[in-house]
């Protein structure tokens, strides 16, 4: 990167100091102390008294400090400080602190299998803290899910319901292709019908036939023979009313046509293990109830 900007602020955070000292300066030269300057204001006069000293001196140490500081700490361009203190050090600092003192609180449980800690009131009660702070963004506070974000309450799970701590440990990505290109639009029509028959809805006999034949060919590899879904593709559950991007005909159909990629991030470099632990219990914890 060029030290352009650097040398930039450098040299215009030293000049605009120079320039207060050297104004401060010719203020205190040349006064005639006791007489006026001349101006006038509706009979108020101004005389030409130069600065009082606490004033005067106020300003110096202003000055003297001003520098000092931007010797210790980082603030002239890239001039790292004397200090050596920086942002991220700080915070790094800082994080270990929390970690020593808060990280035997989470690690207690580490132990505990998921099924069993859904079941510890403390335990759920940090986690529901957790899940406020990281995951209610997505899903929402209750975990009801939106569009596009899964319900965590509801018995349906997309990557399985006993791999919920793998889910949050590495994050999953889904795959479901766009189908438009082999399909075209009849094709993609035809099959959307027969996904609207699987979820039980009233549909076109003679479409839903020629749509069958699509689903058997080229979705029940992840979908499943049954269209029952396979946690192994995250591939949901087609026989039921519950729809991640929608319910209407429409929806249904945009998402065959374009594909989705629903991406759940990884939570166990952001958090470490002991707290997805517990995140994971917590989740087990709602849709058991
Ligand atoms: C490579 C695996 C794969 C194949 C093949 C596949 N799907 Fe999917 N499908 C998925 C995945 C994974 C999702 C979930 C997408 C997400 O979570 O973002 C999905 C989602 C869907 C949804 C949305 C469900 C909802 O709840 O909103 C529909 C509808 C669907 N697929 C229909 C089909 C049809 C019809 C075919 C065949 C033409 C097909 N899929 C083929 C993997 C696949
Ligand atoms: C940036 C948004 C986002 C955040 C934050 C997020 N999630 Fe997710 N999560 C998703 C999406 C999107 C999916 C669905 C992925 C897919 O389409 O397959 C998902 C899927 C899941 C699943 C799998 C559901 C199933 O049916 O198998 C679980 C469990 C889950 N999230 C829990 C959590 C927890 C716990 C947190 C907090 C630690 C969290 N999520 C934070 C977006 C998010």
Known sequence: MSSFFSWFVIIGTLASLLYFFLLLQMNRTGNKPGETTGHNYDGIE?????????????FIFSIVFGIGY??????????????????????????????????????????????????????????????INNCAVCHGAAATGSFGFPNLTDSEWLWGGENIETTLTHGRTAAMPAWQSVLGDAGVQEVTEYVLQLAGREVDADLSARGEVHFTTYCTACHGPEAKGQAMFGAPDLTNEIWLYGNSRM??????????????????????????????AYVKSLSAG
Do not use: C
């Not at 101004?46 to 106020?58: K, Q, R, S, T, V």
């Not at 808060?102 to 759920?124: S, W």
């Not at 002991?274 to 995140?279: E, G, R, S, Y």
């Open 46 to 58: 101004e005389y030409d008294n130069p600065l009082p000293a606490w004033w005067y001196w106020g």
């Open 70 to 131: 931007l010797l210790y700490y980082p603030g002239l361009g890239n001039f790292p400080g004397l200090s050596g203190w920086t942002q991220v050090g700080q915070l790094e600092a800082e994080q270990a602190l929390a970690e020593a003192r808060y990280g035997p609180i989470f690690a207690q449980y580490r132990d505990i299998p998921v099924a069993e800690l859904a079941n510890n009131p403390a335990a759920m009660k940090m986690g529901h803290r957790l899940f």
């Open 251 to 280: 929806r249904i159909e945009h998402v065959i046509k374009n594909g989705r990629n629903g991406v759940m991030p990884a939570f166990e470099p952001r958090l470490g293990a002991d707290k997805v632990h517990i995140l994971a």
